[in-house]
């Protein structure tokens, strides 16, 4: 077990991607960065590592995690990689699309990373320094957002050490993330239907496209990660679709609507799903007590964002 000490930030160059794999191969913790947003990642192999994810984010021991893959061949290994998998797969990955599928029974992944489901959530991320991490270990890595539960979602190494500084062992410092906005979950269930369970970048048109319709839910329970009504909490009272902010409130604009931050000046919605998470930093470390944030389009991506929007004022 390595010993606790303030948490290092290391570079995105071959020395510091070689530190990041002997940290993971030793069971330790590190912030990577993905396309989406940051991750906290952990050998997905090691009960005893993904039990400190779990530790170190103060997340509920029935969230499953998602685990992270060089390829699609590395998650036919770990899962039953049926052909409407293998379409998706050549569709979106390397992205930000997470696939729940049946584990493999001889799928060698702590427990823990699936919290006693018979599924498994997998994705192949696409930024350059996370595959460079993953070709290197060789390892499945577990990695949901390198934030504690329920806070806001990390878009940069200074959001990660917000809450997770003295936690985890080390964060990549890679820059900001690029889409800002989780991925795209969709369970490919045994019944030959799909079911989209988390909104992402990738949205449902895309998979109806592939899939035909969504199959519709049966009962409440959790099939997968990102299924929770409260998350990307920022700890104030939260109101939502807003013209005009009143005197106690911090407000995130969006296109006409300035704001004391916006989201997008332009109103371009990729701009403001990348820029989320930093707008409600800002906006939880604001003074004001209450938070407003102004409409933001449903179109594309921006079904997404008010998915968050709305869980974050939940």
Same mark, same amino acid.
């Given at each position: 077990?390595?010993?606790? =000490?303030?948490?290092?930030? @290391?570079?995105? +160059?071959?020395?510091? @991607? %070689?530190?990041?794999?002997?940290?993971?191969?030793?069971?330790?913790?590190?912030? #990577?960065?993905?396309?989406?947003?940051?991750?906290?990642?952990?050998?997905? +192999?090691?009960?005893?590592?993904?039990? *400190?994810?779990?530790?170190?984010? &103060?997340?509920?021991?029935? =969230?499953?995690? /998602? #685990?992270?893959?060089?390829?699609?061949?590395?998650?036919?290994?770990?899962?039953?990689?049926?052909?409407?998998?293998?379409?998706?797969?050549?569709?979106?990955?390397? !992205?930000?699309?997470?696939?729940?599928?049946?584990?493999?029974?001889? %799928?060698?992944?702590?427990?823990?990373?699936?919290?006693?489901?018979?599924?498994?959530? @997998?994705?192949?991320?696409?930024?350059?320094?996370?595959?460079?991490?993953?070709?290197?270990?060789?390892?499945?890595?577990?990695?949901?957002?390198? =934030?504690?539960? $329920?806070? @806001?979602?990390?878009?940069?190494?200074?959001?990660?050490?917000?809450?997770?500084?003295?936690?985890?062992?080390?964060?990549?410092?890679?820059?900001?993330?690029?889409?800002?906005?989780?991925?795209?979950?969709?369970?490919?269930? +045994?019944?030959?239907?799909? !079911?989209?369970?988390?909104?992402?970048? /990738?949205?449902?048109?895309?998979?109806?496209?592939?899939?035909?319709?969504?199959?519709?839910?049966?009962?409440? *329970?959790? $099939? !997968?990660? !990102?299924?929770?009504?409260?998350?990307?909490?920022?700890?104030?009272?939260? *109101?939502? =679709?807003?013209?005009?902010?009143?005197? +106690?409130?911090?407000?995130?604009?969006?296109?006409?609507?300035?704001?004391? /931050?916006?989201?997008?000046?332009?109103?371009?919605?990729?701009?403001?799903?990348?820029?989320?998470?930093?707008?409600?930093?800002?906006? %939880?470390?604001?003074?004001?007590?209450?938070?407003? #944030? %102004?409409?933001?389009?449903?179109?594309?991506? &921006?079904?997404?964002?008010?998915?968050?929007?709305?869980?974050?004022?939940?």
């Amino acid at each position: 077990m390595r010993g606790k =000490n303030a948490t290092e930030r @290391i570079a995105p +160059d071959e020395a510091g @991607i %070689a530190s990041a794999c002997a940290i993971l191969a030793d069971g330790g913790l590190v912030a #990577v960065p993905t396309e989406t947003v940051y991750g906290l990642a952990a050998r997905a +192999d090691s009960a005893e590592a993904v039990a *400190r994810i779990y530790a170190a984010k &103060g997340r509920p021991s029935f =969230n499953p995690l /998602i #685990v992270h893959v060089a390829d699609a061949e590395h998650a036919a290994r770990l899962t039953r990689f049926d052909p409407r998998a293998r379409l998706l797969a050549e569709q979106f990955w390397p !992205g930000p699309l997470t696939l729940v599928l049946p584990r493999s029974e001889g %799928a060698e992944l702590a427990e823990a990373v699936t919290a006693g489901l018979e599924t498994l959530a @997998i994705r192949v991320p696409a930024h350059p320094v996370m595959q460079q991490i993953l070709h290197a270990s060789g390892l499945p890595l577990a990695a949901p957002s390198a =934030n504690r539960s $329920e806070a @806001i979602s990390p878009t940069t190494p200074d959001h990660v050490l917000e809450t997770l500084d003295d936690r985890i062992d080390a964060v990549i410092d890679a820059g900001p993330s690029e889409r800002g906005v989780e991925s795209t979950i969709v369970a490919l269930r +045994d019944s030959g239907g799909w !079911g989209m369970l988390r909104l992402g970048p /990738i949205d449902r048109d895309e998979i109806t496209s592939l899939l035909g319709p969504e199959e519709a839910k049966s009962g409440d *329970r959790i $099939e !997968g990660p !990102g299924q929770l009504g409260r998350h990307y909490a920022p700890g104030k009272p939260m *109101r939502l =679709n807003v013209l005009k902010a009143e005197p +106690d409130e911090f407000l995130i604009g969006y296109g006409p609507v300035a704001g004391d /931050i916006s989201l997008s000046p332009t109103g371009d919605v990729n701009e403001a799903a990348s820029r989320l998470y930093a707008c409600l930093h800002t906006a %939880a470390r604001a003074g004001h007590p209450r938070i407003a #944030v %102004a409409p933001v389009p449903l179109a594309g991506v &921006g079904a997404a964002l008010n998915d968050r929007l709305r869980r974050a004022a939940s």
